[in-house]
């Protein structure tokens, strides 16, 4: 596993939270997609090679295909799917239980955070996260939830952050 000081994590909005919902052709995903795709590029310029994410619907999808595109370029990138427990995509859409599958194949490392579901398991996985990064990539809105937790979380470890905000409307 890749020492903290060179591995990068990320945590988004889920799809209900997103003004786009789940099409992701909305040019404001798009614009969203593009900025994670700079950051991940940006994070890898400053050295960081390994990369969490937490696999949830919504941006940390966009993330985690962002990173296994830049390790396309960047053969020295890792990416390690973060579940916070087996039963994490059951619930899902089936075509986004597909792309779940296929990017958690996709990736370098899997770690369960926790071996059944928990009330806590998802606040677990955004631990494990941080506590495991020295940069934070968040595509936050303000409002209360997993991503705020997270930030938050981050701030008080005195984990870097960059912050995407979620785009509201194009310029």
């Not at 590029?41 to 937490?54: M, V």
């Not at 239980?97 to 928990?118: G, H, K, M, P, W």
Request: contains cysteine; aromatic residues 10%.
């Amino acid at each position: 596993m890749r020492a903290r000081q060179s591995a990068c994590c990320f945590t988004g909005h889920r799809p209900n939270k997103l003004p786009w919902g789940y099409d992701e052709t909305d040019p404001r995903c798009l614009e969203l997609k593009r900025r994670i795709t700079d950051a991940a590029e940006a994070a890898y310029d400053q050295g960081f090679r390994h990369f969490l994410c937490g696999m949830a619907q919504g941006c940390d999808l966009y993330f985690c295909e962002c990173v296994l595109a830049l390790r396309e370029k960047h053969p020295d990138v890792t990416v390690e799917a973060a579940i916070p427990c087996p039963t994490q995509a059951d619930a899902w859409p089936a075509s986004q239980r597909e792309r779940y599958r296929r990017l958690v194949a996709a990736c370098d490392f899997e770690t369960l955070v926790s071996a059944q579901y928990t009330p806590f398991c998802m606040q677990r996985r955004d631990r494990y996260m941080v506590d495991h990064a020295s940069l934070l990539i968040a595509a936050f809105d303000g409002s209360a939830g997993g991503t705020r937790y997270t930030v938050e979380y981050a701030m008080r470890r005195g984990v870097s952050m960059v912050d995407l905000a979620i785009p509201a409307d194009l310029p």
